[in-house]
């Protein structure tokens, strides 16, 4: 059975909160204690909502569809369809219904069972890291100001931080109802864009600009979080892959890398490309093969 991991790095730009959310007059970033310090992060949910944002832009059938009027996700199936729909394949759904309430005129019986809440539930094959900055968060705010009603100003702050972001997801084919689908998981995560942003009002560009992909029957991902560059987002490395790969835990004929890290990595076995789209095509061709295979035997 194969298993596909992967570590994806963004690139380095100012990103500001992807959330609604507001203390005060001030719109805030995520943050999380990383390594003795304090990083901003973005969640595995905004990941995932992305993702299935953009399989619905590229045509895919998907149950949740965004409608950008409303700014609310419409169900297309109460029911939930895995076979028929992508999002409810790859990503899972949960539906939990309470106990119908007993009707007032309806006598009660001694020792009667309490009845029971029903839950519909499928769990997700792809699963997706928090993202966590490639740098600190030393407290950027920026300072603004908007228009209202009646002439009034609203003043309110910002913060953000230009950093890199880097994050990891996993997932088994075989687990999926259509297992074609873990192509079209591929080319959106290598394709994101509007995942941290301030709602309308800021951009993010959240396709990689390095990743290592790993197709294996190994059951660990093993390079989880295994960029590092410097504040500047600049050197960029990947020492904890190295050691992986010399130590043998990681065999480098499983490793796709695209995008700027492929420079730095000089193991001869590993598959290297400058770009990041022709990484994910040419992995996509081995995974065609060795399902191929899986069903002819």
Request: net charge neutral.
């Amino acid at each position: 059975m194969f298993h596909l991991f992967g570590n994806i790095l963004t690139h380095h730009g100012p990103s500001a909160n992807n959330r609604g959310e507001n203390e005060g007059n001030i719109t805030p970033l995520q943050k999380l204690a990383w390594q003795g310090e304090t990083h901003t992060t973005v969640s595995a949910e905004a990941i995932r909502w992305a993702l299935r944002y953009y399989w619905q832009k590229a045509g895919y059938n998907v149950n949740r569809r965004w409608n950008g009027e409303t700014n609310e996700f419409a169900l297309q199936d109460l029911n939930f369809n895995s076979e028929t729909f992508i999002d409810d394949d790859v990503l899972g759904f949960m539906r939990a219904e309470g106990a119908k309430a007993e009707s007032a005129d309806e006598p009660s019986k001694k020792g009667k069972k309490r009845p029971k809440g029903t839950v519909l539930n499928r769990r997700g094959v792809l699963e997706v890291t928090r993202a966590v900055s490639s740098t600190p968060y030393d407290g950027d705010i920026t300072f603004n100001a908007v228009s209202g009603a009646k002439n009034r100003t609203s003043l309110y702050g910002t913060e953000f931080h230009a950093t890199r972001y880097q994050y990891g997801f996993a997932m088994t084919p075989d687990r999926l109802k259509n297992k074609s689908r873990i192509f079209a998981v591929l080319d959106g995560l290598l394709s994101l864009n509007e995942v941290a942003g301030n709602q309308a009002r800021f951009l993010y560009d959240f396709a990689p600009s390095s990743i290592v992909l790993r197709w294996t029957q190994d059951f660990s991902p093993r390079l989880l979080y295994c960029f590092k560059c410097d504040e500047a987002g600049k050197n960029l490395s990947a020492e904890d892959l190295v050691y992986r790969i010399n130590a043998g835990d990681i065999d480098p004929k499983e490793l796709w890398v695209g995008g700027e890290i492929a420079e730095t990595l000089a193991d001869s076995e590993v598959h290297k490309f400058s770009g990041i789209k022709a990484a994910g095509e040419a992995l996509k061709q081995v995974i065609k093969h060795d399902m191929q295979s899986d069903k002819d035997s």
